[in-house]
């Protein structure tokens, strides 16, 4: 996953990623309702510690959220840059 945009996290802001040109943020509570959804998509329904972080990883890219139509996932453009 090198080169790609990860989300952060911060008690204040929750999991987020903010530029110039957009953002994207939610709460740490639906970021892990999206991990665990993602792992049961892939089949797994105990995750190991190993397998939850690295669903955890593969969820904080940006992209991943590219399309998600959870209202709870706030998503903005700015100006003239669309994605």
């Not at 911060?10 to 987020?16: E, I, V």
């Not at 939610?26 to 995750?47: C, K, W």
Request: aromatic share 16%; with cysteine.
């Amino acid at each position: 996953m090198s080169g790609d945009i990860l989300l952060n996290y911060s008690n204040h802001l929750g999991w987020h990623y903010i530029s110039d040109t957009f953002y994207t943020r939610m709460s740490d509570a639906t970021f892990q309702r999206h991990v665990n959804t993602y792992l049961h998509q892939q089949g797994i329904t105990e995750p190991s510690l190993d397998q939850l972080i690295q669903a955890r990883q593969y969820c904080r890219r940006v992209s991943f959220w590219e399309g998600c139509t959870d209202p709870e996932i706030q998503r903005r453009v700015f100006g003239w840059y669309s994605r």
